[in-house]
T-cell receptor, first 114, second 110 residues
Framework: GNSVTQMEGPVTLSEEAFLTINCTYT??????LFWYVQYPGEGLQLLLK?????DKGSNKGFEATYRKETTSFHLEKGSVQVSDSAVYFC?????????????FGKGTSLLVTP | NAGVTQTPKFQVLKTGQSMTLQCAQD?????MSWYRQDPGMGLRLIHY???????DQGEVPNGYNVSRSTTEDFPLRLLSAAPSQTSVYFC?????????FGPGTRLTVL
């Protein structure tokens, strides 16, 4: 079955540091890949997505490239801000999932300090 | 557009009580789903629906019932609450590859 593995947190960075959160996946089909962000006390928001191999998703300075050869979708940002403090979830979806439901990683908590 | 709305925001139940978590969306999405979020577990699919009158089980369906009488609404029922159902519950609707999540219901079962 499908699964997502992401690096465990918490991750603590100083403002303006470089961020990488690793994500690898196992899928039986041809999945779409996502990063969701959850700010404290809120629901999940889509941060970025990629629907096929070599696609790069980007939003708010975050980027992730769909690497089929390494089954990875690592999240990166060149200079983090305090406002980026949140929990980040990697997820996948494909037609082998129940109605294209999402398989989530366990989440990585990020804390950015001034 | 209100998007996906959920009520209540917080709920405390005693073991054995029943309740319904409400979910509604105003985007005319056919696909809706319920997830639960537990610490260190990510989100896991409880039930989903691909349209009015059609529901199916997800990864962790035991102890929960759903129905879908309209496109807009997708309530989740706990018939006899158990402490293991203490969790944060998220409803979502989907358009193409993107899922839209509600703000969640934090449920505690004592």
């Amino acid at each position: 079955g499908n699964s997502v593995t992401q690096m465990e947190g918490p991750v603590t960075l100083s403002e303006e540091a470089f961020l990488t959160i690793n994500c690898t996946y196992t899928a039986t089909g041809y999945p779409s890949l996502f990063w969701y962000v959850q700010y404290p006390g809120e629901g999940l928001q889509l941060l970025l997505k990629a629907t096929k191999a070599d696609d790069k998703g980007s939003n708010k300075g975050f980027e992730a490239t769909y690497r089929k050869e390494t089954t990875s979708f690592h999240l990166e940002k060149g200079s983090v801000q305090v406002s980026d403090s949140a929990v980040y979830f990697c997820a996948l979806s494909d037609d082998s999932n129940s109605g294209y439901a999402l398989n989530f990683g366990k989440g990585t908590s990020l804390l950015v300090t001034p | 557009n209100a998007g996906v709305t959920q009520t209540p925001k917080f709920q405390v139940l005693k073991t054995g009580q029943s309740m319904t978590l409400q979910c509604a969306q105003d985007m005319n999405h056919e696909y809706m789903s319920w997830y639960r979020q537990d610490p260190g577990m990510g989100l896991r699919l409880i039930h989903y629906s691909v349209g009015a009158g059609i529901t199916d089980q997800g990864e962790v369906p035991n102890g929960y019932n759903v129905s879908r009488s309209t496109t807009e609404d997708f309530p989740l029922r706990l018939l006899s609450a158990a402490p293991s159902q203490t969790s944060v519950y998220f409803c979502a609707s989907r358009r193409r590859a993107e899922q839209f999540f509600g703000p969640g219901t934090r449920l505690t079962v004592l």
